[in-house]
């Protein structure tokens, strides 16, 4: 795994194909993309994925609540949330190139009130008190250049990011990667918010793997997941029902 100091100082390109622009951090791992046709539209499977904490939320409550997303990627996540969700969103990024370039190319929003890029390591911005508490939809995707393995995964750092959210905030994270162990990772989150409160869904064909956890566990019945995926589906346009086939609440 690369230091932190590496992360922030790595080069930023891009490249596009078939209407797509990636992002990526000096290699040919893609860091996040946009369509540029529609550049606030999830195209990404398993970012579309890392919206699923909506399956815990009534839609008619998300306007206005808090999205933090550690990672910028290509900024796609807090795109939707602020575009689509009409959220208040923050970022937390280490490389102040990510911003700069996400914001000539990517169509990020400027700074404002209801928008803010924190350039900073994200491990420690998030213990800062003016956090805590204040999260509703946590999204973590951690990697540097390599995409090698998550750069934060501990128990420690997962205890951290659930201090962050609110009574009935949720948090995601990506997990892929050649050298991570999912189940190593699972066992942490699990660690940190416990195994009732731990969701997941099954890969992607690109290897990603999503993970909900909930600040305060929730297993509602199926009909009610049923129910809110269609008022999901019917709102924002994401595919919440084939979510549903592919999501399950970890074993007890």
Known sequence: MKSNQSAASSEVNLSECDGIRYLHLGTEWIQGSMRIAAPYDLDLEYVQRMMAWLLFMPPESVKGRHAMQLGLGAGAISKFCYKKLSMTC?????????????????????????FR???????????????QGTVDALAVDLYDEDAAAPMLDSADFYADCRRLLTEDGSMTVNLFGRSASFERSLARISEAFGADAVWAFKPTREGNTVVLAQRTPMRPKRDVLTLRAEAIEARWQLPARKWLKVFKALEK
């Open 90 to 114: 923050t970022a937390i990024e280490i490389n102040g190139r990510v911003a700069d370039v996400c914001r000539a190319w990517l169509r990020l929003p400027p700074e404002s009130e209801r």
């Open 117 to 131: 890029v924190v350039i900073a390591d994200a491990g420690h911005e998030i213990q800062s008190d003016e956090w």
